[in-house]
C-alpha cells in the first residue's frame, strides 16, 4: 500500500446507512409509528428520492469527467471543483442522507428520523473528517483554498 491508500481503512459509508436503517427498521417493526398519512409519505418520499438521485447523479458525472473515481477505495487523482462540487464538498454523502431521509419518508417509519443524527455523526465524524484529512495532503493549498470556498454540506 502506497501514501495514497492511507484514507481506505475509514469505516465505509454505506455499511453505516445499512446498520442505521436496520437498526430503525427493527424498532419499527417492534414499535411501529408513523409521522405521516400514507399518500403525503409516499409524494414526499418520492420528491426526495428523486432530488437524492439527482444529487449524486450530478457528482458521478462530475467526478467521471475529471477522470477520478467515486469509489473512496481507491485513491483520488483530481480534486473536483466542478459541477454540483462548487456547492458542496460532499455531495455523494449528501445524497447519501438524502436517500436514507427520502426511504424513511417513503416507508413512513419515525425511528428512521432520529437515528439520522447519529449517521450524520458518524458519517462525518468517522469518514469525512478523515476523506478531508487525505485530501488537504494530497493536494495541500488547493484543498485549502476549496474548503474555504466551500461549505462542506451545503
Known amino acids: ?25 427493527a424498532l419499527g ?18 420528491i426526495m428520492i428523486v ?5 449524486g447523479a450530478s457528482a458521478l458525472v462530475a467526478m467521471r469527467r475529471a477522470h477520478t473515481s467515486p469509489n473512496p477505495n481507491k485513491p483520488t487523482v483530481a480534486l473536483v471543483e466542478s459541477g454540483v462540487f462548487r456547492f458542496s464538498r460532499n455531495p455523494m454523502y449528501l445524497s447519501m442522507f438524502l436517500l436514507y431521509l427520502s426511504f424513511a419518508t417513503f416507508v413512513n417509519d419515525v425511528w ?19 476523506e478531508e484529512k487525505y485530501l488537504e495532503q494530497k493536494f495541500g ?7 474555504e470556498r466551500v461549505r462542506r454540506w451545503i
Open 1 to 25: 500500500m502506497g501514501e495514497d491508500d492511507d484514507h481506505v481503512r475509514a469505516v465505509p459509508a454505506p455499511l453505516i446507512v445499512f446498520v442505521t436503517a436496520v437498526f430503525g427498521f
Open 29 to 46: 417493526w417492534m414499535f411501529p409509528f408513523r409521522f405521516l398519512p400514507w399518500s403525503v409519505a409516499y409524494l414526499v418520499g418520492a
Open 51 to 55: 432530488m437524492g438521485l439527482i444529487v
Open 112 to 130: 428512521l428520523l432520529p437515528l439520522f443524527l447519529l449517521l450524520f455523526l458518524l458519517v462525518d465524524r468517522l469518514v469525512v473528517t478523515r
Open 141 to 147: 493549498d488547493n484543498y485549502k483554498r476549496y474548503e
